[in-house]
């Protein structure tokens, strides 16, 4: 076959092979919904740990087998396949997930506010997945022999794209320590069936990019569409999906199934509308008796670069929300007592407080004042045995870690660190353990408790809030 006719043919294989791996994967989440809600299976520990991991490696596996099986007669090279979907899933691993789970903590801010949902979607998650997806295309098997047609861009976008949620899903199973069956694979069938629809899309602007000469701006303009698609379905999933997802436990409440209809609908939408787009193109390009050429060398790198610089500029504007939302404070004035507090936090005040506010999205940090009247000749060292004597009581294996003297706001305090029990987590998880610290001042006859709460996980990252906290504080 002349470099000709490879150029101007259309492969069907692969958006065959992609509706019939949508319809696969729903089909195959409504089977284990449908096996879990009539044996009840009773998985826990290692064995729900490993079925977990093995349910979220089926989505991609079907997508591989329906693409094997209908590519038969125009072959790719499947080990090239394979490969960028191995490469998806180490660049998810080594980087795409570090950098927005550990560096930009999405989970602690993402949903504090519809535009911190909507700017951290697309300029954070969205660009960063986006463009790992992209590397893996544009420096694994762009420049090979193997992509000589329009469509290899979809085949090999998509592969990159299922490797990063193959990655994404299995980190799911394993931070969960697993998780109810029929609901951890409506989850994992969401996050595949939609970085396939992305991956699709960047996927086909690969595709041309190389094969017809294209302006610089062709591949930033795909990569832009496809980042905007994953951030928005980000953000139509958070307002969609409403259901539980229960760790370790079989779901009595299964997600709703919008998220995963509306993955399953982009997938089949984006296979569909590539597919006619590439035979578009392939009928214009006989018409016109052109012959389709890669790129050439300066403008193939004056794309890539302008990509890149997308990207870049994409992150910048991701950085900066990220320190704006997280940065943010919000000031209070009650009962004489002010200052500020973490803007994602939560007014919680119950009986007994002068103020408190917690972390409702994020870590369930809680920040307290508390007052206490003393009587004549009594100081801090009374105000911790009183502490001591009501914790315990109310929660179980309370004890002080550290204490020492301090100086706050140029008051003497007595500092302590501290851990407990919390009895009321008790509900089909393990016991909670709470740590926490307090800032006792002496401040005429009465003592002022500041309070800190959190899990000993959490403390490190929560304890600059806490401490901004009480250094703002006057009374």
Not at 239 to 257: C, F, H, K, N, Y
Not at 312 to 331: A, E, K, M
Not at 336 to 347: E, I, L, S
């Amino acid at each position: 076959m002349s470099t000709q006719q490879v150029v101007d043919r259309q492969r069907a294989a692969w958006w065959q092979s992609a509706i019939l791996a949508v319809v696969g994967v729903l089909v195959f989440v409504g089977i284990v919904i449908g096996l879990e809600s009539a044996f009840q299976p009773t998985l826990s520990g290692t064995a729900l740990l490993v079925v977990g991991v093995l349910l979220a490696l089926v989505p991609a596996a079907l997508w591989l087998i329906f693409f094997y099986v209908q590519d038969r007669l125009e072959p790719e090279p499947k080990k090239e396949v394979f490969k960028i979907f191995l490469v998806g899933l180490a660049l998810a691993g080594a980087i795409g997930i570090p950098v927005t789970d550990q560096l930009f903590r999405v989970s602690d801010w993402l949903y504090r506010s519809s535009v911190s949902l909507v700017l951290g979607s697309i300029f954070v998650v969205g660009a960063i997945e986006t463009f790992l997806i992209y590397v893996a295309v544009r420096l694994f098997i762009y420049d090979t022999d193997e992509f000589d047609e329009r469509s290899d861009g979809m085949v090999y976008g998509t592969a990159a794209g299922l490797g990063y949620a193959t990655a994404l899903n299995i980190q799911f199973v394993l931070a969960s320590e697993g998780a109810a069956l029929g609901s951890a694979e409506v989850t994992v069938a969401e996050v595949a069936l939609a970085h396939a629809a992305f991956a699709g899309v960047l996927g086909y602007f690969l595709g041309r990019a190389k094969l017809e000469r294209e302006r610089v701006l062709w591949l930033p303009l795909g990569f832009l569409l496809a980042t905007l698609l994953n951030g928005l379905f980000t953000i139509l999933r958070s307002r969609l999906e409403t259901g539980d997802i229960i760790m370790g436990q079989v779901s009595a409440v299964l997600p709703t199934v919008s998220g995963l209809f509306l993955a399953g609908a982009l997938a089949l939408i984006v296979a569909v509308v590539v597919a006619l787009l590439i035979q578009r193109d392939i009928a214009r390009t006989q018409a016109q008796g052109r012959r389709a050429a890669v790129d050439a060398a300066v403008g193939d790198r004056r794309s890539n670069f302008a990509t890149i610089a997308l990207f870049v500029v994409l992150i910048i504007v991701g950085i900066i929300t990220w320190l704006s939302v997280t940065g943010g404070v919000t000031s209070f004035e009650v009962a004489g007592f002010k200052g500020v507090y973490p803007d994602h936090y939560g007014v919680a005040t119950r009986e007994g407080d002068v103020f408190r506010v917690a972390d409702v999205l994020g870590s369930g940090a809680e920040f307290a004042i508390q007052t206490i009247e003393l009587q004549a000749g009594e100081g801090a060292q009374q105000v911790v045995a009183a502490l001591a004597v009501q914790r315990g009581s109310d929660f179980a294996a309370y004890k002080v870690l550290e204490s020492k003297e301090v100086t706050l706001n140029g008051k003497p305090a007595l500092w302590q660190r501290f851990a407990y029990v919390d009895p009321m987590t008790l509900l089909k998880t393990l016991p909670r353990v709470v740590e926490g610290e307090d800032y006792i001042v002496v401040d005429g006859n009465r003592a002022v408790i500041i309070t800190l709460l959190t899990t000993p996980e959490n403390l490190p990252d929560v304890e600059p809030s806490f401490q901004q906290f009480v250094e703002r504080l006057t009374f």
